[in-house]
């Protein structure tokens, strides 16, 4: 195992387990603090599919930029890992425009455990921020919630506000290319105005914080 959401199969090649972000180790980078749990993600990975017989399902992409295969695994008794480690708190969703299949499943996995308070649901760095609080956390990946007070679109983007100054509230943004999936499933920008919305993504600065949506599945519509 390389950590926990990456393994080397017997021919050699590293294979990450597409669809999810487990806590993350070093592996050699200097400075870099293991993130809460990584040892113990790594370990159920371990002892999910060490020894196992795994079949590859290649749903998108299959090759990212390292080198590394990119694949849902289920061992041969039909146990999916991904959906395992999600049940156990021990991983996170983390999707791509080009690889979307099966994001609803695992969200939903994602969620119980994160109810139950399971694994790194139970530990503060993992825990959803408030769109207010956001800036704090640029440059990490976070789960960021709260409501959207406006949504426009502006030369073909789109922005979500989640404040009335926009040089300092947080927003997700989505670009042209990225908007036509959303358009694909007849969502329009006025679908999120009003709503509690949940983001996943990387945190960056655009005037305030913001996250880059590049495809629906980043976005969960919150239950009022």
Excluded: C
């Amino acid at each position: 195992m390389v950590d926990g959401d990456t393994l080397v199969l017997d021919d050699g090649r590293e294979l990450r387990l597409v669809g999810l972000q487990a806590p993350k180790l070093p592996l050699g980078r200097r400075g870099f603090r293991a993130w809460p749990l990584a040892e113990e993600a790594k370990a159920a990975l371990e002892a999910l599919a060490l020894g196992h017989r795994l079949g590859l399902a290649f749903t998108g992409r299959r090759e990212d930029r390292h080198g590394r295969r990119l694949a849902h695994l289920r061992r041969e008794d039909g146990l999916w890992i991904q959906g395992a480690l999600l049940e156990r708190g021990l991983a996170r969703v983390y999707s791509f425009a080009d690889n979307r299949a099966l994001v609803a499943e695992m969200l939903a996995r994602e969620r119980a455990a994160r109810a139950a308070g399971l694994g790194i649901w139970g530990h503060p760095f993992y825990a959803p921020r408030r769109a207010e609080a956001a800036a704090a956390d640029i440059g990490s990946f976070q789960l960021v919630e709260g409501r959207v007070l406006e949504a426009a679109k502006v030369r073909g983007r789109v922005y979500l506000n989640f404040g009335a100054d926009r040089k300092t509230d947080f927003t997700i943004s989505v670009e042209p290319k990225a908007w036509k999936l959303f358009a694909a499933e007849g969502i329009v920008p006025e679908d999120y105005r009003g709503r509690r919305l949940r983001v996943r993504g990387w945190l960056k600065a655009l005037n305030g914080p913001a996250i880059a949506a590049t495809h629906p599945e980043q976005i969960e519509v919150l239950a009022e």
